[in-house]
């Protein structure tokens, strides 16, 4: 169980303290997917950086399975057991698909698992093994290779913030099967971070962030109708960001 308790990140702007997450206290039980969502600049995509270590907490605590990963390093958590997609995935270059699996699996992996865990995301295989991870790849390119390395490993929890950003509908269909497919397994939880109907619909809970603060935080079926009906302009339109 991942346990984030009071936790706050600030900035120093122009001689002062900008609060960018602000005492964002939340569980994420073993096999859950909770889903974060809300309005852009919010705090999100801060929270995930937080959570990986990207960025260091100013105050409060990241436990996961009672070990307390709040002054470890990006890499000490990923051996703990958290994986992380970025919203934009960095380039490589020099680096080819096939081995950046390999790293990211912690092996050597058969070509046809690659190709396995490259179909899932929806590209064409044996065309993209060999290539390297570089700036001839496109947005959508990058963030789907980017995926299967995150899903080429098991992990206590993954984050993945806004997954479907700048890949095609066919993409995004296949990408969804790929969460379900985790999510029925019960065996890693997920942290998806999205503002598209069709993940939020997925969520077990769902997170609501605004102004660097948690807004609300409930059950699917309870938070449904607060962000489709009583506040749609909090999160988002439907299909928002699918190409």
């Known amino acids: 169980m991942l346990q984030v308790e009071n936790l706050t990140?600030?900035?120093?702007?122009?001689?002062?303290?900008v609060t960018l997450l602000r005492d964002v206290s939340v569980d994420v039980q073993d096999g859950e997917m909770l889903v974060i969502t809300g309005p852009n600049g919010g705090g999100k995509s801060t929270l995930a950086k937080v959570l990986?270590?990207?960025?260091?907490?100013?105050?409060?605590?990241?436990?996961?399975?009672?070990?307390?990963?709040?002054?470890?390093?990006?890499?000490e958590r990923a051996k703990a057991g958290?994986?992380?997609?970025?919203?934009?995935?960095?380039v490589f270059k020099g680096m080819t698909v096939e081995r950046l699996l390999n790293l990211a699996a912690g092996r050597e992996l058969p070509e046809e698992v690659c190709c396995t865990l490259l179909s899932n995301v929806g590209?064409?295989?044996?065309e993209y093994l060999k290539r390297e991870v570089d700036a001839t790849l496109s947005g959508g390119e990058l963030k789907r290779i980017e995926i299967a390395t995150v899903l080429a490993k098991q992990h206590k929890i993954c984050i993945?913030?806004?997954?479907?950003?700048?890949?095609?509908?066919?993409?995004?269909?296949?990408?969804?099967?790929?969460?379900?497919?985790i999510h029925e397994a019960?065996?890693?939880?997920?942290?998806l971070i999205?503002?598209?109907?069709?993940?939020i619909q997925?969520?077990?809970?769902?997170?609501?962030?605004?102004?660097?603060?948690?807004?609300?935080?409930?059950?699917?079926?309870?938070?449904?109708?607060?962000?489709?009906?009583?506040?749609?302009?909090c999160v988002c339109m439907k299909e928002r960001s699918v190409h």
């Open 82 to 90: 958290i994986g992380y997609a970025f919203q934009q995935p960095p």
């Open 123 to 126: 590209l064409c295989a044996r």
């Open 9 to 17: 990140y600030k900035v120093m702007e122009n001689g002062k303290d």
């Open 194 to 199: 999205s503002h598209q109907e069709r993940i």
């Open 202 to 233: 997925m969520a077990d809970r769902i997170l609501i962030i605004n102004d660097a603060e948690v807004d609300r935080c409930g059950k699917r079926e309870d938070m449904l109708p607060v962000l489709f009906e009583d506040q749609p302009s």
């Open 186 to 191: 019960k065996d890693q939880s997920l942290i």
């Open 160 to 181: 993945f913030d806004e997954p479907e950003a700048g890949i095609d509908l066919w993409s995004f269909s296949m990408l969804v099967k790929q969460f379900e497919q």
């Open 52 to 75: 990986m270590g990207i960025v260091p907490a100013s105050s409060g605590k990241i436990i996961l399975d009672g070990v307390d990963l709040t002054q470890m390093t990006p890499d």
